[in-house]
């Protein structure tokens, strides 16, 4: 294996597996990254093979409420600013044919909130079965129930979706970024 394939592959077990605190203090790799590692599935499925858009949101933030509830968690409201910026990310995933958190500092940004989550998946043809997947890997479960998050968007563009969601609190120039995101590809 040559040097260039060595680093590619380094790269992307960081963008894949990657948590931080953007604060400039520290990077952590989480013990297990919880990702699917097997090839990404391309974009094969058509309207008839998926729910509407809508409805897909609908179903995959009923689970993940669902899912916080019984973990004694609040649930997430949709966020019209959310859903826009997941849209955007969820086109240029499927403009690229790669599933990627490429921006997600300026995502985040974008928001204007203090902690933000991101998943992010490709080639699964109903929210259930997204859900148990994001549900049965670390980083995934993790993101659907971290305590702060009160707000989400969810975006579906071919086969990729996005979730993004973050707390109910206006950031400060001053205040510290908390901000976390993984992904997952079916094969």
């Not at 079965?129 to 995934?140: C, K, T």
């Not at 702060?148 to 205040?175: E, K, Q, W």
């Amino acid at each position: 294996m040559n040097i260039l394939a060595v680093t590619a592959a380094s790269i992307l077990f960081l963008l894949c597996a990657c948590s931080h605190e953007p604060v400039h203090e520290s990077y952590t790799e989480p013990q297990h990254s919880g990702v699917d590692r097997s090839p990404h599935r391309t974009a094969e499925a058509g309207p008839s093979n998926h729910p509407s858009s809508t409805q897909f949101h609908t179903n995959l933030l009923s689970q993940i409420n669902h899912y916080r509830a019984r973990s004694g968690l609040k649930p997430l409201s949709i966020d019209k600013r959310l859903t826009t910026i997941a849209k955007g990310h969820c086109s240029d995933m499927n403009r690229s044919q790669m599933l990627s958190h490429r921006n997600f500092q300026q995502r985040f940004e974008q928001s204007g909130h203090t902690t933000c989550v991101e998943n992010i998946a490709n080639g699964y043809r109903n929210p259930k079965e997204l859900f148990e997947a994001w549900q049965n890997s670390n980083g995934h479960d993790k993101n659907m129930l971290e305590k702060d998050i009160r707000l989400a968007g969810i975006s579906m563009d071919g086969p990729y979706v996005t979730f993004f969601a973050c707390d109910n609190r206006a950031r400060s120039h001053s205040a510290k970024a908390r901000v976390t995101y993984d992904d997952h590809s079916k094969s």
